[in-house]
């Protein structure tokens, strides 16, 4: 069982930045492709960044590209989200996800995933 746990988010003016945090349980983390997903109010989840298990393959949805890296450190087996140039439209409940597939063939997709954290709250304000 993989245990995941969520920090850094809060609120933070437009333009501002957050860095969220995603601490994994269990020896096996650099094994895992890694992604953050959001939801916002009324909306669907969504992918927001991948990771595979040796950082050579990252993707991004298009609206964070150039704003949002994703990254990991395995020794600490955490994941991160670094969030700069925040907007208003960024306001969601974040979500860290982690894959146990060896190729993450799915990694664009909420069913490519196999353990979910809580999630932490990001608003952004105007």
């Known amino acids: 069982q993989v245990q995941l746990v969520e920090s850094g988010g809060g609120l933070v003016q437009a333009g501002g930045s957050l860095r969220l945090s995603c601490a994994a349980s269990?020896?096996?983390?650099?094994?895992?492709?890694m992604g953050w997903f959001r939801q916002a109010p009324g909306k669907g989840r969504i992918l927001v960044a991948a990771?595979?298990?040796?950082?050579?393959?990252?993707y991004y949805e298009s609206s964070v590209k150039d704003r949002f890296t994703i990254s990991r450190d395995n020794a600490k087996n955490t994941v991160y989200l670094q969030m700069n140039s925040l907007k208003p439209e960024d306001t969601a409940v974040y979500y860290c996800?982690?894959?146990?597939?060896?190729?993450?063939?799915?990694?664009?997709?909420?069913?490519?995933?196999?353990?979910w954290g809580r999630g932490t709250q990001v608003t952004v304000s105007s």
């Open positions: 990771i595979n298990w040796n950082s050579l393959n990252l």
């Open positions: 996800a982690a894959s146990t597939d060896p190729r993450f063939t799915r990694a664009t997709m909420s069913g490519g995933y196999d353990y």
């Open positions: 269990g020896r096996t983390f650099s094994n895992y492709g």
